[in-house]
């Protein structure tokens, strides 16, 4: 009896003890005599997250998602949530939780594939082949990995890892058609043409009305020398996009290399009329008429083509000298050669004046000289040539450029230029926060992190 008297007096005052330290603890942590309401553990909230993002309330998502950061700031799996379920509300600080979920956990697929998924998007494509590439290694195996993976290689003539992973989306989804006319493409683009053109064959067999697989097939043949078998496939093109002016110039073509000026010229006329600066069209048109007889016509078509090829290889000298001469100044005020950097970046600006970026760098060189006036009179000039208010995002352009450039202490300056332009651009503080943790500035990298967890 004595045993039972006192078990129930012995729970009942370890329950008080502890309920006593709960309510010490929340007054501590709050700052008043009010508990803490319990909260669901961090994984408990993370998968809730996680459904109400499936079912499309990012929003949602996105506030427990929050909450289960702010309770372990140290969850790689918490914060690669967050930047998911943030990446169509805000995507850059959705970009900043997937980065740190990456600083955290090196091989975390999930928040790997994002940001690599983030970069492509943003066109930068050698950070998304790198972020993509290290989401494969961690195990990640999704369609669009390997669809993307497919993409980027064959961008850098990578052709036979680009096969590799696209024959692993069509695996995963085997009754997607576009990923067997990329086949094609792939094919063609690495020389494989008899196998691209069976694919082609195979391909318009059930998929009839695609325009580019004809476009593709005809451009095989003419590729390899065989005209005659081009036109068909092009006519269908051409049939099925009338406006195509590429179409046009290309059944054209096919015409032509098969003796058939008079029916070329038809379809060259149109493609001019469609695009009246396709320079090769104006070209092949003068070709065309030169072998029905009709010199004249050819004459002035071979005019209109000399005149539009120079006024487009002016713009392009224009644009060579300009950026060879910017690159020149960006280098200089790198190793702190300003009189050398001022000199380039004038000539950068004379050049080329109609962008705002080199008149902003020229105005950061020109306040490190002490030249004042000459740094607002640039300024004025970029000003000038942007929309009210866009000052800032230009520096972030600037910034952003000078990080490809790889001079990146002055590339900070410009970002911290756009953040005191525009403190909510948060873009900017990404790539500063980015920047000064590969310069080991950790201060500066966690003042900017700060007010992306905001």
Known sequence: MQSANYRPHFSFFIFHFSFSIVLVFSWIVEGQGQPLAPQPPIPALVAEGRRRLQAGDAAGAASLLRRAVQANPDDANARAALGVALRGIDPVRGRYQLWRAVALR????????????????????????????????????????????????AEVDRFADAVQHLRRAMEIAPGESKFRLRL??????????PEAVQALKDFIATSPDVVEAHLLLGHVYLLTGRP???????????????????????LGQALLQAGRPSEATSELREAVRLSPDYAEARYALG??????????????????????????????????????????????????????????LQQAVAVFPEDERAHLQLSQV??????????????????????????????????????HQGALSVAAEALERAVRMDPAL?????????????????????????????
């Open 184 to 193: 094609a493409v792939l094919q063609e683009r690495s020389g494989a043409y």
């Open 366 to 403: 020109y306040e490190k000289q002490g030249l004042q006036g000459a740094a607002q009179q640039e300024l004025r000039r970029a000003r000038g040539l942007l929309r009210e208010g866009d000052l800032g995002r230009a520096y972030l352009a600037l910034g952003v450029e000078l990080l």
């Open 287 to 344: 070709q065309a008429y030169l072998k029905a007889g009709e010199g004249e016509k050819a004459r002035r078509e071979m005019e209109a083509f000399q005149k539009r090829h120079a006024e487009r290889e002016r713009e392009a000298s224009r644009r060579r000298v300009y950026f060879a001469t910017w690159g020149l100044g960006v280098e200089a005020e790198a190793r702190g050669d300003l009189k050398r950097a001022a000199e380039a």
């Open 106 to 153: 090196p091989e975390h697929a999930e928040a790997l594939y994002h940001l690599g998924a983030l970069s492509l998007q943003e066109g930068d494509q050698a950070q998304a082949r790198e972020m993509l590439e290290r989401a494969a290694r961690a195990g990640a195996r999704n369609l669009h990995l390997h669809e993307a993976l497919a993409y980027l290689y």
């Open 228 to 250: 005659q078998e081009a036109v068909a496939p092009l006519r269908r093109a051409v049939a099925l996009r009338p406006v195509d002016a590429k179409a046009r110039y290309q």
């Open 426 to 454: 948060s873009r900017a503080r990404y790539q500063l926060v980015l920047l000064y943790d590969r310069l080991g500035r950790a201060a500066d990298r966690d003042r900017h992190a700060k007010a992306l967890e905001e």
